[in-house]
């Protein structure tokens, strides 16, 4: 059975710190996506990796990087988090087609 | 730029059939998915379209019109459990990027 998880639920930070929010994969996919998803705007691409060590941004990677050592982990940085970055955080991985999504991370930054 | 239109929301009774509609106008065209999200859940996939047609999954169906940038997502003999958002998806490029609509909410009501 296909496995995203994510390292937290639901998250609480204050503005300015470093926030890290970690996916792992546990179906050998080579790519992996964060998404953030917000009311009234959908789920938006911030990142994604479709190889050990290779990124690409999306369409908001302001304010964000990302990691991805191993292949199984795609990791998710928030290098100074602020206010506007309060969000639903989605992981997903896929082998070909169909996205395969963690259960997201609830982040608020106050 | 990329732009995939689905109406907000939408009512319907149990038993009964709802067709949600999808336009889409993206710099290319690589497929089209539809994901079902409940409520606090993280979206889970439907179907995928990347020809022209009807393609058929139990009570779920997606057709695709890739002259005309539209897609349906068909759900007959609705179910309470049916209430979710429904979430249309264009990959453009390769990588299985996507774009996503702001999704349309389903609510289904006895």
């Known amino acids: 059975d296909v496995k995203v998880t994510q390292s937290s639920r639901y998250l609480v930070k204050r503005t300015g710190e470093k926030v890290f929010l970690e996916c792992v994969q546990d179906?050998?996919?080579?790519?992996m996506f964060w998404y953030r998803q917000d009311p009234g705007l959908g789920l938006r691409l911030i990142y994604f990796?479709?190889?050990?060590?290779?990124?690409e941004k999306g369409d908001i990677p302001e304010g964000y990087s990302v990691s991805r050592e191993k292949k199984e982990r795609f990791s998710l940085i928030l290098e100074s988090a602020s206010t506007n970055q309060t969000s639903m955080y989605l992981c997903?991985?896929?082998?070909?087609?169909?996205?395969?999504f963690g259960p997201g991370t609830r982040l608020t930054v106050t | 730029g990329q732009n995939i239109d689905q109406p907000t929301e939408m009512t319907a009774t149990e038993g009964a059939i709802v067709q949600i509609n999808c336009t889409y106008q993206?710099?290319?065209?690589?497929?089209l998915f539809w994901y079902q999200q409940h409520a606090g859940e993280a979206p889970t996939f439907l179907s995928y379209?990347?020809?022209?047609g009807l393609e058929e999954k139990g009570r779920f169906s997606s057709f695709l019109s890739r002259s005309k940038g539209y897609s349906y997502l068909l759900l007959k003999e609705l179910q309470m459990k049916d209430s979710a958002s429904y979430l249309c998806?264009?990959?453009?490029?390769?990588?299985?990027?996507?774009?996503f609509g702001t999704g349309t909410r389903l609510l289904v009501s006895p």
């Open positions: 997903a991985s896929t082998p070909k087609n169909e996205q395969y």
């Open positions: 179906m050998d996919h080579e790519n």
């Open positions: 990796s479709y190889d050990v060590k290779m990124k």
């Open positions: 993206t710099s290319g065209f690589n497929g």
């Open positions: 379209n990347v020809l022209d």
């Open positions: 998806a264009v990959s453009p490029t390769g990588f299985q990027k996507l774009v």
